[in-house]
């Protein structure tokens, strides 16, 4: 029997943790809605909403009193963290000499396309933020310029610029070719092999659910998530009714596995690869709001599961 004691400091930080979402965590959806006007991406605002929630839960700690109004602050912090991106990137010499791109469209084909088709990418920083509290929010002035750590004159000034700015159509986008191990993939998944699933991936591959766990190395994966999703983990109370099924699915300029529970979509995943072998899967099981938002745009019929439980992050 064990003799150890728990870890006092590690018990405070999660009891901390969860008080902490008993306020924040219902203004989540909200927070991911605002990081996704300002990113124009579904994977930039879910990186981005993760990062807000945690520097928010550190930067409490530090204040004499708690916000006034906890969404205001929230969405202080995001504009923040995303202002300071966006000057990072700028202040930093590209590895070719040239300007780099705006660090939250950088990654992602489609978002550099869509932004150029939007208002709110045509928009200075603060002008995108401005209108993006004010029209899509509600905020007052005092509010937005608060949020923005600016004055409402400023506020008044940007709404006025970005309002005037003009819309133009979003371009068509041609679907990427698919690399052969990604059918392979889909092929071992829906087999249930994990051998062969196993086999695609590199030694060092991980497997990460966003703000909630990574697994890391082939070995750890197949033991972990590849198995509990294909057999299910009766012992912690997952019990599989049907098998699942995984689907190949071509959205925003790259390839998605799209895991089936029944007749619903219960899980996006996004991939990377090295030569032909899978580097990185990014499971959004646990992200409700990007799941909804890509499947939606995918129209397939989805099931989301919440955040993951408190005493886990």
């Known amino acids: 029997m064990s003799t150890e004691s728990p870890d006092p400091l590690g018990a405070a930080v999660k009891a901390s943790w969860r008080r902490f979402l008993d306020t924040y965590e219902p203004l989540r959806p909200d927070l991911y809605r605002y990081c996704r006007q300002l990113t124009r991406s579904p994977w930039d605002a879910e990186d981005m909403a993760q990062e807000t929630m945690a520097r928010a839960f550190a930067s409490l700690a530090l204040m004499a009193e708690p916000p006034r109004s906890p969404r205001a602050w929230l969405f202080r912090v995001a504009s923040n963290l995303w202002l300071n991106q966006l000057r990072q990137a700028r202040e930093a010499p590209a590895p070719d000499g040239g300007e780099f791109a705006d660090p939250v469209t950088r990654a992602e084909p489609r978002a550099a396309r869509e932004a150029a088709g939007t208002l709110l990418s045509q928009l200075a920083p603060q002008e995108r933020a401005a209108v993006v509290l004010k029209d899509a929010f509600g905020f007052s002035l005092e509010e937005t310029a ?10 008044k000034t940007a709404l006025h610029r970005g309002r005037t700015k003009l819309v133009t159509p979003e371009p068509a986008e ?31 591959a991980t497997l990460e659910y966003p703000g ?5 190395g082939a070995q750890a994966v197949r033991d972990g998530s590849f198995k509990g999703t ?55 099981y646990h992200s409700p709001e990007v799941l909804t938002e890509v499947c939606r745009e995918l129209d397939v019929p989805f099931r989301t599961h919440g955040y993951p439980p408190a005493a886990s992050h």
């Open 146 to 155: 608060e949020a923005l750590s600016t004055t409402t004159g400023a506020i």
């Open 212 to 216: 909630f766990k990574i697994e890391s």
């Open 230 to 284: 294909l057999f299910g983990c009766p012992e912690g109370g997952y019990v599989l009714v049907d098998p699942p099924r995984c689907e190949l699915r071509a959205h925003r300029g790259e390839w998605l596995f799209l895991w089936w529970s029944g007749d619903a979509v219960h899980a996006v995943v996004r991939v990377e690869l090295e030569n032909d072998r899978i580097t990185r899967l990014r499971d959004y």
């Open 174 to 204: 041609p679907a990427p070719v698919a690399p052969a191990v990604l059918n392979a993939f889909c092929d071992a998944f829906n087999a249930r092999d994990l051998d062969r699933l196993t086999a695609l991936l590199l030694d060092s």
